[in-house]
């Protein structure tokens, strides 16, 4: 598997653990507010699980951008990179 999809899939996860979804509730385009229903306070656990489950921080303008799954995915993609090359 390939690691975008891996960190995509991770992402996934916490979402439907934390929020006690099903999976068929979260589809990677999905808006998180929107579609999938997650409130401000929901989205603080949220950043804090994926910072948890990521080892990396996110700043307050990377967490403005978290729309969806997918743009999570792009946002984790570079840190994680950067992780791997240190």
Do not use: H
Not at 42 to 58: D, G, N, R, S, T
């Amino acid at each position: 598997m390939e690691v975008g999809m891996e960190a995509r899939e991770k992402v996934r996860e916490t979402l439907i653990n934390l929020l006690k979804l099903k999976p068929s509730e979260v589809q990677d385009d999905a808006k998180l507010c929107d579609g999938v229903g997650v409130d401000s306070t929901e989205m603080v656990e949220f950043v804090i699980a994926l910072e948890k489950a990521f080892c990396i921080k996110f700043s307050p303008k990377e967490i403005t951008k978290f729309c969806s799954v997918n743009d999570i995915e792009k946002i984790i993609q570079p840190k994680l990179s950067s992780l791997a090359a240190k």
